[in-house]
């Protein structure tokens, strides 16, 4: 049975740090691109950045470019999310996806067959 686990969430100040973890089990994602999205109170789930199956291609929102880095580790079948300068408008669940596609890397919700539990990000000002 697949399954992610999402850790390193908490509470931090603005401009504070934290690096979120994602482990996958279950089977191996090496060839799949992977992303982290988040969901803030009352919005809808969005897209915050993924990485390609190698590691070699990134891609992020707007809102958190510069300030975000996604990175992978395939021999741990984990995917990390560095947040730096964080704002209180980070705060929010966050998750961590698998694409269904292997090879690419994908923006939209849709493209994503796996996901984890999420775990609370809270930037207090």
């Known amino acids: 049975q697949v399954q992610l686990v999402e850790s390193g969430g908490g509470l931090v100040q603005a401009g504070g740090s934290l690096r979120l973890s994602c482990a996958a089990s279950?089977?191996?994602?090496?060839?799949?691109?992977m992303g982290w999205f988040r969901q803030a109170p009352g919005k809808e789930r969005e897209f915050v950045t993924a990485i390609n199956w190698s590691g070699g291609s990134t891609f992020y929102a707007d809102s958190v470019k510069g300030r975000f880095t996604i990175s992978r580790d395939n021999a741990k079948n984990t995917v990390y999310l560095q947040m730096n300068s964080l704002k209180p408008e980070d705060t929010a669940v966050y998750y961590c996806?698998?694409?269904?596609?292997?090879?690419?890397?994908?923006?939209?919700?849709?493209?994503?067959?796996?996901w984890g539990q999420g775990t609370q990000v809270t930037v207090s000002s």
């Open positions: 279950g089977r191996t994602f090496s060839n799949y691109g």
């Open positions: 996806a698998v694409s269904k596609y292997a090879y690419v890397i994908n923006y939209a919700l849709s493209e994503y067959s796996y």
